[in-house]
Structure formats: C-alpha cells, structure tokens
Nanobody, 117 residues
C-alpha cells in the first residue's frame, strides 16, 4: 500500500487548492480514505470517506472543503475553497482497511498548504 500526495502550495486567503492522493496496492472505497493535518504533534482529521461512503468533515472546514474519490484512477481528492490563514499546515492522506483515524495504518509523505495572513 502506497500513498502519494500532490497539489499543495501557497495561496492567498480566499483562494482554492485541490489536493490529490494517488493510491497504489489497494482501492479507495474498499479501504477508507482520509485527509489529516498535524499540529503540535497532534494529528487531526480534516475529512474522511470511510468504507460504505460515510463522509465526515471537521467543523472548521464544513462548507469549504470537499472530499471525493475518482474510483477509475484510485485518487482521493480534497477540494479546498475559501482558504484561511489558519488552514496553513502539512496535510496528509491516509488509508486503512477498516476505519480512518489518527491510527490509520498507511500514510503519505504530506503536502504543504500555506495561506499567508
């Protein structure tokens, strides 16, 4: 199982970014897919699509971020709109055969999102 994120960068407040996570060795949908951020050594979920299509968002991103899966390409996306300086962080893609949480079995290398204030 491997995950490779891309799409991070620096964007002005109010702007948009789309993060991508290419999965190999498994299939999103059979495995869960989630986006997380790490702050002060604490990993927090941003959005996740657990097996069975149950989607969860952190309260801070509801209405602004959208998680989706392209099942033909096995790519997990995070569409990030109306970005704010407090969204600045490293974002990680994760997957697990059961349930996506900070204890997920497989992680990508992370991609940096910067929203200068």
């Amino acid at each position: 199982v491997e995950l490779m994120e891309s799409g991070g960068g620096s964007v002005e407040a109010g702007g948009s970014l789309t993060l991508s996570c290419q999965g190999t060795g498994f299939m999103f949908g059979t495995y869960c897919g989630g986006w997380f951020r790490r702050r002060r050594e604490k990993v927090a979920v941003i959005a996740k699509d657990d097996r069975g299509g149950e989607i969860t968002y952190a309260n801070s991103v509801k209405g602004r971020f959208t998680i989706s899966i392209d099942r033909t390409k096995n790519i997990l996306y995070l569409q990030m709109n109306d970005l704010k300086p407090e969204d600045t962080d490293i974002y990680y893609c994760a997957t697990d055969a059961w349930y996506c949480s900070s204890a997920a079995d497989h992680w990508g290398q992370g991609t940096w999102v910067s929203v200068p204030s």
